[in-house]
């Protein structure tokens, strides 16, 4: 079924009240409502003044540690959405076990589906990318594709979100409503996290598909140790959040050499990042200014990286692997990457998906890799893959 999934923009208004959500294993923030809602880019340099204007605002109405929540893009020349909540709480850990929302009754029919681009320009661009590893100083660069899907019928929000938690109870989860939709998502992957002079990171790259019988799923997990290709893909990632943070962060610990993560679709490189800032005062945001997009996102070297995927890419990436998280007026906060997500509009739904492309890269191999990461959301709606 190749339509052209045609109604995406026009679908109905459902999550003006929906809330705010973000559950990780060291923050729980629930919110409701928007007083407010940043729209700027991150690289404005009037940003940190209009955050302090609404941080200050919001103190002068009694409310002692004020936050914001929301979505920063991939590309920090775009507007962030970034809302000062009507209503906030805030918890260490989520005080709830998620695996009791699991719902195996919640199944979606696709009734169209399409992937931008299709597989044969995906494919060109990898080769564009292998071209220019040979001709300029590109060594790597991510690119993605997209995949629009028209459902049956529209979305229960409560149910998927619900989903998405019980089924990777080890991610960071996040509900953010979004212009007349919603981003939800379990990401694996934390860019930052702030508390007082703590910094942390949790970069990942380098991937392999989980299997289903125990003896596949060690070997794909030792395949993708031993693989030089995702070994040098994932260090070009840490090398350059070693450099971003250096003059932020005094000592630090950044282990030589890469553990094994998975989640319940995917087994990934990751490396555990931790460091103690020079001034606790450095605020979150200036953080990421210097850090994002990581060669997991975007490449190396970093502009170059941008360009290519400004050139090559047929889709806005927006919040797709950008940031989600919260952020309160002392500096502190935590940020997911925007990945293992979908934007959701009734019946209309994105997905997204990216992979590092590096010289050892096999063009058809990403086209799979890109396709198994979207299977964590696929599952969460209850598609089966041999809908698509
Ligand atoms: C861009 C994505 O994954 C990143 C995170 C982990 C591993 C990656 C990789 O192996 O290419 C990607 O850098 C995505 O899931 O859409």
Known sequence: MDTLVSGYSKSASITASAPFLFYSNSSSVRCKGAKKVLERPLADPLFTQHLDELFTAEKALGVENPIVVGAIPFDLEQPTHLIVPEWFTFQSVPSFDMSLFNDRSFKHKVRAHQFFPEHDAFIHG???????????????????????????????LSRLMGNVMAQNPNAYHFNLPIREGVLIGASPELL????????????????????????????????????????YEHRLVVDSIRSSIARYVGSKVIPDTPSLI???????????????????????????????????????????????????????????????????????????????????????????????????????????????????????????????
């Open 126 to 156: 990898v080769n564009q990318a292998h071209t220019l590893f040979g001709d300029t100083e590109l060594k790597k660069v991510v690119l993605s594709r997209l995949l629009e899907l028209e459902l049956d019928q529209p979305v229960d």
């Open 192 to 231: 930052i996290r702030k508390t007082a002079d703590k910094v942390y990171s949790n970069p990942l790259a380098g991937s392999a598909k989980r299997q289903c019988h125990e003896e596949a799923d060690v070997a794909a997990a030792d395949g993708l140790w031993n693989s030089t290709k995702d070994q």
């Open 262 to 388: 998975n989640t319940p679709t995917m087994w990934h490189l990751s490396t555990q990042i931790e460091g103690r800032l020079r001034d606790s005062n450095t605020s979150i945001f200036e953080l990421i200014r210097s850090i994002h997009p990581t060669p997991a996102m975007g490449g190396t070297p970093s502009k170059l990286a941008k360009q290519v995927i400004d050139d090559v890419e047929p889709h806005d990436r927006c919040f797709f692997s950008g940031l989600v998280g919260w952020a309160d007026s002392q500096g502190n906060g935590e940020w997911a990457i925007a990945i293992r997500c979908a934007e959701v509009k009734g019946a209309f739904v994105r997905l997204f998906a990216g992979a590092g492309i590096v010289p050892q890269s096999d063009p058809e191999m990403e086209w799979i890799e890109t396709g198994n990461k979207m299977q964590t959301m696929l599952n969460a709606f209850g598609i089966e893959r041999s809908a698509l």
